[in-house]
């Protein structure tokens, strides 16, 4: 699909360009057990921003994914799902010397997550700022981005310099740091980094848990989210689970309530919650400004969420409108 000026293809929908990582995550066939108990693994194609992009191309929007793979058969793998959902593939770039990342993940009895990564290093971490796809990337309405690509060099240096041309070309940022501390050198470093990119973003999106990992405060109030806000941004969302979301903006605040469904697998629920917002943001971003509107909004991408988390896997998953148009009305 060509596109025409500021990431707008001709059916009128604006460009979301998520950057990072895509990676394999093995889930064990059984669940409610620890990963060295597995008897065996399913491959689940994963990555937070990847997740992203496809849950927006699922809802019908428009997205491009920047990254870079394994010249390996689970690189060409991801590649292949990101375009057969839509996703365009013009950032992708390969690497010949290192493997795709791969995580192998369980939720054990006690419903908390284990998590251990196969990266040391994988061909996301060595993206090259002088192999980005700049034309690609400027040509965003949004673009989208976590903090795993900031854990180390060449990458880190990568994401600032798309972040960059992306706001100097008037993208909308949104940041979602989804945190996994097991790849980080220590809880002070990912906390410290985390924060160094926070007031470049118009919008961004923290769970519970990351609220208090970053506030080193166990509360989870207004005053705690607050604590957060910077003078640029325009909608900060902390996201509670079953217990829906709360939004901030510069003149009001409020929340939402979640939708109850029968949760199997919470994997890709938050990025199917942002994926949604982006997609019904990205050509009208006065909706941020108008609570109404907000509030209709952040209601569908909490359907999303919800739905997401009924299936196994986060990719398949993910919703299309029709799917998140019936729970909403159905409830």
Same mark, same amino acid.
């Not at 990072?20 to 093995?26: T, W």
């Not at 292949?80 to 010397?97: A, E, H, K, P, Y």
């Not at 040509?139 to 972040?163: D, N, Q, T």
């Not at 919008?203 to 989210?225: H, P, R």
């Given at each position: 699909?060509?596109?025409?000026?500021?990431? +707008?293809?001709?059916?009128?929908?604006?460009?979301?360009?998520?950057?990072?990582?895509?990676?394999?995550?093995?889930?064990?066939?059984?669940?409610?057990?620890?990963?060295?108990?597995?008897?065996?693994?399913?491959?689940?194609?994963?990555?937070?921003?990847?997740?992203?992009?496809?849950?927006?191309?699922?809802?019908?929007?428009?997205?491009?994914?920047?990254?870079?793979?394994?010249?390996?058969?689970?690189?060409?793998?991801?590649?292949?799902?990101?375009?057969?959902?839509?996703?365009?593939?013009?950032?992708?770039?390969?690497?010949?010397?290192?493997?795709?990342?791969?995580?192998?993940?369980?939720?054990?009895?006690?419903?908390?997550?284990?998590?251990?990564?196969?990266?040391?290093?994988?061909?996301?971490?060595?993206?090259?700022?002088?192999?980005?796809?700049?034309?690609?990337?400027?040509?965003?309405?949004?673009?989208?981005?976590?903090?795993?690509?900031?854990?180390?060099?060449?990458?880190?240096?990568?994401?600032?310099?798309?972040?960059?041309?992306?706001?100097?070309?008037?993208?909308?940022?949104?940041?979602?740091?989804?945190?996994?501390?097991?790849?980080?050198?220590?809880?002070?470093?990912?906390?410290?980094?985390?924060?160094?990119?926070?007031?470049?973003?118009?919008?961004?999106? +923290?769970?519970?848990?990351?609220?208090?990992?970053?506030?080193?405060?166990?509360?989870?109030?207004?005053?705690?989210?607050?604590?957060?806000?910077?003078?640029?941004?325009?909608?900060?969302?902390?996201?509670?689970?079953?217990?829906?979301?709360?939004?901030?903006?510069?003149?009001?605040?409020?929340?939402?309530?979640?939708?109850?469904?029968?949760?199997?697998?919470?994997?890709?629920?938050?990025?199917?919650?942002?994926?949604?917002?982006?997609?019904?943001?990205?050509?009208?971003?006065?909706?941020?400004?108008?609570?109404?509107?907000?509030?209709?909004?952040?209601?569908?991408?909490?359907?999303?969420?919800?739905?997401?988390?009924?299936?196994?896997?986060?990719?398949?998953?993910?919703?299309?409108?029709?799917?998140?148009?019936?729970?909403?009305?159905?409830?």
């Amino acid at each position: 699909m060509a596109s025409s000026n500021n990431g +707008v293809s001709e059916n009128g929908k604006g460009l979301i360009v998520s950057f990072g990582e895509m990676l394999i995550d093995f889930v064990p066939t059984v669940s409610g057990v620890s990963l060295a108990e597995a008897p065996g693994f399913l491959k689940a194609p994963g990555g937070a921003p990847a997740n992203v992009a496809i849950a927006v191309t699922r809802l019908g929007g428009k997205a491009a994914f920047v990254g870079k793979l394994g010249d390996d058969e689970f690189g060409h793998m991801l590649a292949g799902i990101l375009r057969d959902n839509g996703v365009s593939t013009r950032g992708i770039n390969f690497d010949q010397g290192a493997r795709t990342a791969l995580a192998f993940v369980t939720l054990k009895a006690d419903g908390e997550r284990e998590f251990m990564f196969y990266r040391n290093p994988s061909a996301d971490m060595l993206l090259r700022p002088d192999e980005l796809n700049l034309e690609l990337i400027k040509s965003a309405k949004v673009f989208h981005y976590g903090s795993i690509s900031l854990i180390v060099e060449p990458c880190r240096s990568a994401h600032m310099k798309a972040m960059e041309a992306a706001k100097d070309a008037g993208a909308l940022l949104s940041y979602d740091p989804n945190l996994r501390l097991p790849l980080w050198p220590s809880e002070d470093e990912a906390r410290e980094q985390i924060l160094s990119i926070w007031d470049k973003a118009d919008v961004i999106k +923290v769970s519970d848990v990351e609220l208090v990992f970053l506030t080193k405060n166990d509360k989870i109030d207004d005053a705690s989210a607050m604590s957060l806000w910077h003078p640029n941004l325009k909608l900060l969302l902390v996201t509670l689970g079953e217990n829906g979301c709360r939004y901030y903006t510069k003149n009001f605040h409020g929340s939402v309530d979640a939708f109850h469904v029968k949760a199997v697998d919470t994997t890709g629920a938050g990025d199917s919650f942002v994926g949604a917002l982006l997609t019904k943001i990205v050509d009208d971003q006065s909706i941020i400004e108008d609570e109404a509107r907000l509030k209709e909004v952040l209601t569908f991408a909490n359907a999303c969420g919800a739905i997401t988390t009924t299936k196994k896997g986060a990719i398949p998953a993910l919703p299309t409108e029709t799917e998140v148009l019936s729970l909403v009305r159905g409830a």
